[in-house]
């Protein structure tokens, strides 16, 4: 299994960022998909989930209007748009898949909102 993650940044407070994450190793049109991120100091946390074929999404509250989490079967990648950027999602993101009763991590993609 690899998970690798691209798209982070630095953005400004209101600002917006794509992340994706290419996926290999595993059949990936089968698989829930997961966003999670962790920020300096605090557990990590779930942001996002969706199915496998891309039609029920599940969001935190905390990110709930402002993300978008969008799958690419045919590509075998995931997505997570984020709009509206605030310095309290400053964070490492990671792609995550779940399967045979183990967590995959990506490496993470470093997202810092900043003015």
């Known amino acids: 299994v690899q998970l690798v993650e691209s798209g982070g940044g630095l953005v400004q407070p209101g600002g917006s960022l794509r992340l994706s994450c290419a996926a290999s190793g595993f059949s990936f049109s089968v698989y829930p998909m997961y966003w999670y991120r962790q920020a300096p100091g605090k557990e990590r946390e779930l942001v996002a989930t969706i199915n496998s074929v891309g039609n029920r999404r599940d969001y935190a509250d905390f990110v709930k209007t402002r993300f978008s989490i969008t799958r690419n079967n045919s590509k075998k990648e995931l997505y997570l748009q984020m709009n509206n950027l605030q310095p309290e999602d400053t964070a490492v993101y990671y792609c995550?898949?779940?399967?045979?009763?183990?967590?995959?991590w990506g490496q993470g993609t470093q997202v810092t909102v900043s003015s």
């Open positions: 995550t898949l779940k399967w045979q009763s183990r967590t995959y």
